[in-house]
């Protein structure tokens, strides 16, 4: 069997200005602009252009960024970067072949799956993805070797009112290397430069405020802060877009009156993750002492929350001095994911104040509901949606604590504003609320979709003094433009996103209708027409006439193929049936076989196809997790035949046995970190823990290791506090996510890695392995029926050709299950002709976290005999699975009846073609003895692998 060479393509990851990375400075923990890239020179932002278009209180920025790649090789561009509340991402477009190409919405996990796959092609695409909260992340292929990338952007801004003017602050420290950065605001009212001592020019005829910037224009954060007066009158903006007419209207209710608010005990919820060391904790416990201080005497009970809640501390503040209670929360160390569900109700309160980001990581369990109102506090880089919907269902308000000029923000928490029961709009559509609460100033803000000109919205408020009605007319001929549009689409998904598990068909509909990426929609951009036709993706308007004309020529018959595929699958486990049915000699071989390591061709470069769509019965399978135990009865008589059958076979290879056990070898990581760890004192453990971490925040293989040594001093629950950070270095990477699944399998707590699996496979169902890996954490839960469904959807599914064998490896999967819980499992859905169980004395089975790489499972039996992809058969019997040299696994070792003697299992790191997480590959082993009998017995081990060529002795079967 030949290998390929597989080359290794760099990634840069870029993070700037506005679209800033919460970077952790080991010091002054400060965000700031981060541009990493592993070449011989950092890409250069050559140019920068910046225009805002305002409308009513509204603003349109469109970044026009020009990437220079001084590096004679090709990089793929990766920006991630989140926004600050009220802002969404719009639309994007990048150049290809000199001029610029839209970009057009796609479901989210197609998206992804699409951009790798023509991605491994070598040819353009570019994918802008929203992550979590309201952080995005833009990848762009290629940027050339010596060469420039054009990219266009446009981010839509709600505009904040303070005495009587907007204001919009533009983060432009990623430019301060550009000399000249031409700035135009397009609007009704002159802009000025908050920050900045020179007027900017102005047109009052074209309604145009212009000048160019530099650095000395911005302040020492890169800011820069745009003011223009905002009218008194109500502001109602109508507006005609592609998706309907819509009205966005900014109102004062006359009058409005706070309700006083006090409270005696207040539940303080502290966020003590890893992404807190981004948070300003200066002005955190600034806005702290002011809440406290005026509320004089009250009792605070302090929650920290990491992966699991602390119990609380108490504290009683007299005469405001909070000082006992922030020298605690000073203390603490910023460590380990977010677990909404940790939270609890404390005794006595009446009054809960969450402070963090809102990034619940660590589950897929929705935010509790808690018995008094519930405010929170936020800066920097926050899930404000998701916090403004939990604030708003507890009648109380998200404060964002953007610098000390919004400290006095605080003192709302001391009063209820006046509340918008509901808008009721004759003529108009689905108003939607930007929050229930009036604002300081007393207005409130909602859109609308507006079905007649002569439409009229009633809202019904309350404050201190009484019910009232306010009418506003939303009349007026409809201007051309999508800001009112886009504000409504960004209200609406606001709100679902709350809930999003319930909304995931409509938050895909809306992104698809308004060309705006959100949790289950992202925009794409590919080269060629003929790739929108091949992934189904409808392109820009421009190549529509063409794409219709291939969609014809390509359409194919799905049952069809579903059918030739279950053929084949068939043909190839007929074979391994008769391999199974076959006596193999348990003798030496006449001539000895070559011991030695086989020499290896040169690895040439790899060819992907494209993946097709995933099966339904993935979804099935999550769906059916807590199916009642009432069909049971009836399952039992459908399979009762093939359930018979396996249970014969099973007898038999369990009297056929030999003794056989499992040693594993015995690995530790040699890094200076883990050195340094096992040799600290136990009362330093931690604290050396948080010391070494600040050269190694963001390395995945430290927290392992450091988790590790914890685990084995002692610490299990700091080491799975540790281990938990994997979770929070990269939002929503699939990678990490099934990383630490793997972790937590190795250690038994199947229950904490199941939510994680199920959240990978929302995010890469184009992978049979993310529906692997979650059937055998359903397996393992007791979810009989579930795992079934997805091991078949795996066995059945079409898949892309670089996973061969994995659709072998998950039915054998599947009927050692049925087997097992025969009377659980519903099989007439199922090709009969599958329904055969093999089952075998010795399994191994190899899997890896790193996409587009390649890991090798070696075998060599008591005869000197290995079995690997150039050797796949045994004199004795023992087979390998085909090579996967693509990414992830499984490779697959089995022999039915060993013969006496040691069975040497190693791991070798043959090659990648994809930078892997912190240049290491994560290896996960699954050893069996009597597998798919009532004796099996399994055990599992992770380890790592640096460098290619790396070969690593694991463990070993010992058959008596």
Known sequence: MRKHRIAVRLMLTVAMGVFMQAGFAQNDLQIRPIMHVNAAAPVALSSAEVTVTTAGNEAWIRYDLVFQNPNARVLEGQLDFPLADGQQVVGFALDINGEMREAVPVPKAKGRAVFESIERRNVDPALLEQTAGNHYNLRVYPIPANGTRRVRLWVAQSLKREDNRYSLPLMLDFARSVQRIPLSVEGAERAHMANVGRRMAWSAKDQRTWTVLDARDLDRSGQLRLEWQAGESPSVLVQRAPQGDFALVDLPLADATPAASRFRHLALIWDASLSGLGRDHDLELAALERLLAKAGNVRVSLQVLRNRVDAPRVFEIRDGDSAALQAAIRALPYDGATRA????PVVGADRYLYVGDGLFNLGVDAVPTLPARLDAWANGAADAPALRAWTARHRGQLF?????????????????????????????????????FADADGRIRFAVQRESNDAIATVHWHDARGAFTTAVPLAGEAKEGRMAAYTWARLKMAGLEANRAMHRTELQELGKRFGIPNSESSLIVLDSVADYANFDIPPPATLLAQWTALKAEKALDARIKTKAKLDDLAERYDERGQWWAKKFPKDAPDIAPDRSVVAVDAMAPMVMSAPPSPPEPSRVAMERASEADGERAMMAQSRARPAAAAARDAAGIVASQP?????????????PEAKRLRAAP???????YLDARKAMRSSPAFYMDAAEVMRERGEPLLAQRVLSNLAELQIEDRHLLRLLAYRLEELGAWDEALPLLKRVLELAPDEPQSHRDLAL???????YQAAADAFYAVASGQWDS??????????????????????????????????????VGLRTVLS????????DLWVTDPNGERVYYGHTASYQGGRISRDFTGGYGPEEFVLRVPKKGRYKIEANYFGDRHQVLAGETTLMLVFSTGYGTSAQKDQRVTLRLKDKKETIAVGEFVVE
Do not use: C
């Not at 569900?341 to 609890?344: K, Q, V």
């Not at 499992?662 to 890094?671: E, G, L, M, N, P």
């Not at 136990?682 to 050396?688: H, M």
């Not at 954490?777 to 979810?783: D, P």
């Open 341 to 344: 569900s940790a939270i609890r």
């Open 400 to 436: 964002m604590l953007d610098g000390t000029a919004s400290l006095p923000r605080v003192d709302d928490m001391f009063s209820t504003p006046a509340v918008v029961d509901r808008v009721m709009v004759p003529g108009g559509t689905d108003a939607v609320l930007e929050s229930p």
């Open 659 to 671: 003794t056989a056990t499992i040693r594993i070898q015995a690995w530790k990581s040699d890094a």
């Open 682 to 688: 136990a009362s330093e453990l931690y604290a050396t």
């Open 777 to 783: 954490a359903l397996q393992a839960t007791g979810h």
């Open 802 to 839: 670089r996973f061969s064998d994995i659709d072998l490896i998950s039915l054998v999967e599947l009927n050692a299950l049925i087997n097992k819980h025969a009377d659980k499992v519903r099989i007439t859905d199922f090709d009969q002709r599958l329904i055969k169980h093999y089952p």
């Open 848 to 855: 890896w976290d790193a996409d587009n790489s390649d890991m």
